[in-house]
């Protein structure tokens, strides 16, 4: 049997297709689903209006029920402090508009620039950095990706392209496929990225189509997923990152630094060793953008500084993920020491 037989769906659509429509959008059936107090419900509601939930059924089994402060929960569950005002925490924390120099192009830095792939994800993220994003101005079609394909083709300092969303694995494997082919059609770019939480919430979408895409393209690929705690990397998800890890993508995991949720160096280190095993290499933890709706996650740096050193006096240099910031206007992530 190879890696990726179980992934493949056994009827005309792909398995994700089915836990995607069986994802969680009602805040209610959230609460019900974990035995949650009601009073969670009215708060939850009222956050849900601006910024939907999404659950994926995966994700949620990997939740403890009945306990408010699960640190998987905490991450999707709506909650009051998003509708507060708070100073210095602003719609665009990271400039992407300011950096958009076509429809669905992001250039920010020297050598790559970033394609919003798509305008949706498996999982809304309560402290998202692109909560606010203006998705529906952003290419949705095919032909509606030829003015950001014209500008990378242009521009001939641009060696790599990040995917990312939304996230970029909302696209269907055949659509995907064409976006990877249109990038290898030009012949200064020789790397690709695709960041992506999927896997992690929605492991089916390693799907046998997209293994094989990875090892058929000629671009160098890394595939970077979004983990932030141990309890997150198990059972399906754990199968999906060890087919992923089997492919000749490079795996690597990017953090966010989250209060109440990994803030503490035996969380990070017991991920950082669990990620390792099934094949990924721990690359960034995020100190929280600063957007709107998401201050209660904001973790203090001398709090994070702490919990790094700790990891660094822990576990060897490899499983220590840097600690960065990212800045408008920065012409590279900043670290933070």
Avoid at 88 to 108: C, E, N, S
Avoid at 290 to 299: D, K, L, N, S
């Amino acid at each position: 049997m190879s890696v990726a037989e179980p992934f493949v769906a056994r009827d005309s659509r792909p398995a994700y297709f089915r836990s995607l429509a069986e994802a969680i959008r009602d805040p209610d059936e959230l609460i019900t689903s974990l035995d949650l107090p009601d009073t969670l419900r009215e708060p939850a509601r009222r956050a849900a209006v601006s910024f939907p939930l999404i659950v994926p059924r995966s994700f949620l089994a990997r939740m403890r029920p009945a306990d408010p402060d699960d640190p998987l929960l905490r991450q999707v569950l709506p909650i009051g402090a998003e509708n507060d005002s708070v100073e210095g925490f602003i719609a665009d924390a990271v400039g992407d508009l300011h950096a958009r120099t076509a429809p669905g192009l992001i250039h920010k830095y020297h050598g790559r620039a970033l394609l919003i792939a798509a305008g949706s994800c498996a999982v809304n993220c309560r402290y998202c950095f692109r909560r606010h994003y203006p998705y529906q101005d952003d290419p949705r079609r095919p032909d509606d990706w030829e003015p950001a394909l014209a500008a990378i083709e242009a521009d001939r300092s641009l060696t790599e392209i990040i995917l990312s969303g939304g996230d970029p694995l909302m696209l269907t494997d055949s659509r995907l496929a064409s976006l990877v082919a249109h990038l290898e059609g030009i012949s200064h770019v020789r790397r690709l990225r695709i960041h992506t939480r999927l896997p992690i919430v929605l492991p089916d979408r390693v799907t046998a189509e997209l293994l094989d895409l990875f090892a058929s393209t000629r671009l160098a690929t890394a595939v970077v997923v979004h983990a932030n705690h141990p309890r997150e990397v198990v059972g399906d998800c754990a199968v999906a990152l060890k087919a992923l890890a089997a492919s000749p993508a490079s795996l690597l995991n990017q953090a966010v630094l989250l209060r109440g949720v990994n803030d503490d160096a035996d969380i990070l280190a017991e991920l950082s060793e669990r990620l390792f095993m099934l094949g990924v290499l721990p690359y960034y933890l995020h100190q929280l953008d600063r957007v709107a709706g998401a201050a209660h996650f904001e973790v203090p740096e001398a709090t994070g500084l702490a919990v790094v050193a700790e990891l660094a006096r822990r576990l060897p240099g490899y499983l220590v993920p840097r600690y960065v910031r990212e800045t408008a206007g920065e012409p590279g992530k900043t670290s933070i020491h």
